[in-house]
């Protein structure tokens, strides 16, 4: 577990822009079963290597015309039983953080592990999820 001043930047980094927070399983379940449309999970991370241009390639990708209905959140390492029931929406795809799930209707369209982030940049990010709005949103 992290400290709270320690994550609540990274945190508002993302619901400064829109994005809810889900603290809880129940919340998570909440969301993804019952979201008509589009929506975007982040498992946001402290992990400089990859959050550090994650968080910042998922707001550029939101600045074209299309874009998930709704924006969501859990933080691995802080929101431990959030992660865990978002990931078992994610399966088949192991445990990643940070990462990124487009969901249409309650199911997984697109996904982002932590391999397809490190190394990549903030464009590069925006460009995969721009290309993923596209065909799903």
Do not use: W
């Not at 979201?35 to 939101?62: F, I, Q």
């Not at 078992?88 to 982002?112: R, T």
């Amino acid at each position: 577990m992290y400290p709270p001043e320690l994550v609540k930047p990274m945190k508002e980094d993302l619901t400064n822009v829109g994005f809810t927070e889900l603290l809880s399983a129940s919340e998570v379940d909440q969301a993804i079963e019952n979201n008509k449309g589009t929506m975007l999970v982040v498992v946001n991370s402290v992990c400089g290597c990859a959050a550090g241009n994650m968080r910042p390639g998922v707001k550029l990708s939101l600045q074209g015309d299309k874009k998930p209905n709704n924006l969501t959140t859990v933080f691995a390492g802080v929101d431990a039983e959030a992660v865990a029931q978002a990931r078992k929406y994610f399966l088949p795809y192991p445990p990643s953080s940070p990462s990124i799930a487009l969901f249409k209707d309650g199911q997984l369209v697109h996904f982002l592990e932590r391999h397809h982030i490190e190394g990549g940049t903030a464009q590069m990010i925006s460009d995969n999820l721009q290309a993923a709005y596209s065909e799903f949103c």
